[in-house]
């Protein structure tokens, strides 16, 4: 797919902010130029990198979720090093900066959809640079909705207005809200009239998309299956008519342009010497693939070169599938009760003498794969849209067949993982997709669909390193079973967390209504609350 390289004027557009403190300048016209004299189409591309930020590399997920999920393990611990945040739930020194990334990210890219409609609302040639901001508004909101749960949105955007403490809506009036806007402006895409100018998901291909509109949709109606299923059914339906991803080509995605200083946020993470040596894929995840003998494995892991520096460089080692092993979380490397080598079923250290690595033998993600700035940060995939769609259809929805649309998630999932580089799509093949996804079609037995599908989106997300996503879907569906980690000091009380605290800065710029989105939380802000739609 063609993807647009960011264009020399966005440079002078992208602000750097932090957390909360900055919520007035962050909701304040992100210009002084008025719409006659700028064009805010270029919005639209500072929106997109801003909310690519917000969900992938230390902005959050891959130092959260992903190990709350347990996609990802590391053998880190302790305060001074940041993956203990995401495998052992134990805070970082850095924490409660990490934990306000996604609500800043958000709300900034937001901020900057929301200035296009205000610019371009009633410019019927700029229907479709308008119906493009619906989309990534309602894609930035959900997003940090599903993170941290009520929040400022009837009245956010308004500090030209003078609110700049905007109230905390109810999750569920937000989420509503949302698939209502989707479900007035996505029909208004118009290929006759001009493209969004600047876009760096589908270079301005409107078909494109409102086909993502409608899979946003979808993925927005499907987070209410316990709470609210009569709306979910209603507006999964509306999806599905609409149009919602038909292939792969139409994935969304993001590929980092390092070459001008906007490099992928996952790649850079994992290219960090720590990164490199500590984070491996989970057992959970592994042994997951390996029953069914998955492609995807080949293509995505691999046991280091032995040895401390073989651990520490990005030297290919070996991506044989039957030997990759995913390493257990919860463990660490401190010579106590949870030393790694204490795990059931260790496969010992890598290397000799001193030289041996403990974790040697456990698989990495691969670095020829993910270990690249330039790597693609995915925003939504097909995949993730058909089986969406499959577990629709499972509950008796119209949404079409259940078992077709399994199977062309399963196969997307797997053909999707090439778009991360060659050395992944030369295993990772169409061919291999298709006969895997035969050989393991969606079971015929109604009551264990629901446990089949969720599964796979799971792993499907986890391996595009979508992990916010993987983590969202497994607090909605209950799937897979996990065993939390109960690991000295955690802040969780041995749980997994069900969502990230507010941002600390909350407490100073908005503390009245602050206090009334903690009231709407049973628990309080804590790590262990579950926002509305999480039963």
Known sequence: MKRLL???????????????????RINTNPTAASPASFDANYFLSNAQQT?????????????????????????????????????????????????????TNCFRAGSLATQI??????????????????????????????VYGDLPYAEA???????????????????????????????????????????LFYAGDVAK??????????RIAMRLTKADAATARTYAEKAYAGGTMAATTDDCFMVGNNANGYSSPNGRALLVVDDL?????SKKLMDYLQATSDPRIGAMAEIPVPGIAGNNAT???????????????????????????????????????????????????RASVYDNRDAPVFIMAYAESELLLAEASSR????????????????????????????????????????????????????NQLQQINEQIWATSGILMDFAESWSNWRRSGFPVLTPVNYTGNFSGGTIPRRQLYPTGEVAVNPTNYAAGVAGLSGGDAWTSRVWWDK
């Open 6 to 24: 960011l264009l020399p004027i966005i440079a002078a557009l992208v602000i750097p902010f932090g957390c909360t403190k900055d919520f007035q």
């Open 51 to 103: 909310y690519k930020e917000g969900i992938a590399g230390y902005q959050g997920p891959i130092l959260f979720q992903s190990g709350w999920v347990q996609i990802l393990a590391s053998s880190s611990s302790g305060s001074a090093n940041y993956y203990s945040n995401m495998d052992k739930y134990v805070p970082s020194s850095n924490t409660n900066s990490y934990l306000a990334s996604s609500w």
């Open 117 to 146: 409609i205000k610019d371009y609302g009633t410019n019927a040639t700029q229907v479709n640079a308008v119906s493009a901001a619906y989309v990534m508004r309602a894609l930035a909101i959900s997003y940090a909705a599903d």
């Open 157 to 199: 955007f308004q500090a030209e207005l003078g609110i700049t403490q905007p109230k905390y809506d109810k999750q569920q009036a937000v989420m509503l809200k949302l698939l209502q806007e989707l479900d007035a402006n996505l029909p208004k895409f118009d290929a006759t009239k001009p493209k969004p100018t600047a876009d």
């Open 209 to 218: 998309w409102k086909k993502l509109g409608y899979s946003v949709m979808l």
């Open 277 to 281: 040596y500590q984070v491996r894929w």
């Open 315 to 365: 030297s290919a080692g070996d991506n044989t599938a039957a030997n990759q092993l995913g390493m257990p979380n919860g463990y660490d490397l401190n010579g106590g009760a949870t030393d790694i080598s204490a795990a059931p079923g260790y496969p010992g250290s890598n290397g000799t003498g001193g030289d041996a690595c403990k974790i040697g033998k456990y698989s990495r993600p």
């Open 396 to 447: 008796g929805w119209s949404t079409g067949s259940a078992a077709t649309h399994y199977a062309n998630g399963v196969t997307a999932g797997i053909v999707s993982l090439g778009t991360f580089s060659a050395t992944a799509a030369a295993v990772a093949t169409p061919a291999a997709a298709a006969a895997y996804a035969a050989a393991n079609p969606l079971t015929a037995v109604a009551a």
